[in-house]
């Protein structure tokens, strides 16, 4: 039976509410993101998600006149929006507000905290707001999604709320899932996936977020009972539509599901044979990706309202047309 809006909320929320680490990963995805995304992000000018928000942070900051404003949506923690407010002002930045948008108050309070301890509350607004109904009353310099489209039911409301409010200058950027719904993985990558589990250890298959080994490839959907990827594939499409790229990074598929933190804990970053397994997958992935067999599950990108002069791009054939699951 489909849950209710209002009962999706309540399972939402709860489940946020215990959450106090959303970053905590298990040493395999570091392992990973150093060795091979870290590389490509470096290429652009930052190393890391919270360098890519720094980076368009300053370009907005620098072609904006005055004070500006940041939105955040769907910030959670404020963690993000903390670090961020800490590295702008350690720059020399000083004249910015960052507005908080998020439906949680648990998890407001534990921002607050932070930015007290931090010393940047002076920079912090905090926005109560449920991003599927949210008008805008402000114009923003930069707008940032970072992790929370993919919680998002009415992305065509929010886009357009997000037109409304940016300058032609101004940039939105997110990074976030454009995969299949629900965090479920498309027939082409099931198939890889499956021809993967025969083969690989046990050792390699118990889910620790399960509690027991998985003895089958599940290609679970994790939207039935939250807003957990709920309409994660029409992102790319609906961005594609209502904006303009200027940096366009997308990356991983088949890799996410052995880093994560469900078979992550399973891989020792010390054993020569867990890495050497990684390193397989990761290049399978390379390989189908720019093949156009399966199509990437991640991505990080910034837009304008207006056609760049210069779309950046992580590989030439990796555009966001190309990206796209025909």
């Known amino acids: 039976m489909e849950l209710d809006y209002d009962q999706r909320i309540i399972n939402e929320t709860n489940r946020f509410d215990l959450v106090e680490d959303l970053n905590e990963l298990p040493p395999i995805f570091h392992y990973w993101s150093n060795r091979y995304l870290r590389p490509q992000l470096e290429k652009f000018g930052f190393s890391h998600p919270d360098g890519f928000f720094a980076y368009y942070a300053k370009e907005a900051i620098k072609t904006h006149h005055g004070s500006m ?39 407001f309070a534990r921002g607050l905290k932070l930015a007290e301890e931090e010393g940047v509350t002076n920079h912090l607004r905090f926005l109560k707001a449920d991003f599927n109904s949210w008008e805008s009353q402000q114009s923003y310099g930069l707008i940032i999604a970072n992790q929370s489209l993919h919680h998002v039911v009415k992305l065509e409301h929010l886009f357009a709320e997000i037109k409304k409010s940016l300058p032609p200058e101004g940039y939105f950027i997110t990074s976030d899932i454009i995969g299949r719904n629900g965090h479920q993985r498309w027939p082409e990558a099931v198939k890889v996936l499956k021809k993967i589990w025969q083969q690989m250890p046990p050792r390699y298959r118990y889910n620790h977020q399960l509690n027991k080994e998985q003895k089958k490839y599940v290609n679970h959907d994790c939207s039935s009972d939250s807003f957990e990827g709920i309409r994660a594939q029409d992102v790319l499409p609906l961005l594609i539509k209502n904006f303009h790229f200027e940096t366009f990074i997308p990356f991983a598929n088949l890799i996410l599901i052995f880093i994560d933190r469900g078979l992550g804990p399973n891989f020792d970053v010390n054993n020569p044979e867990d890495i050497a397994f990684i390193d397989r997958i990761h290049q399978l992935d390379e390989e189908l990706m720019l093949a156009g067999t399966i199509q990437p599950t991640q991505l990080m990108a910034a837009m304008q309202l207006n056609p760049s002069d210069n779309l950046r791009l992580r590989h030439p054939k990796l555009t966001p047309e190309f990206c796209l699951r025909q």
């Open 69 to 107: 404003r940041i939105l955040s949506i769907g910030s959670g923690n404020c963690d993000t929006e903390v670090r961020l407010a800490k590295t702008l002002r350690k720059e020399g930045f000083h004249d910015f507000i960052i507005d908080c948008m998020d439906i949680n108050q648990t998890m």
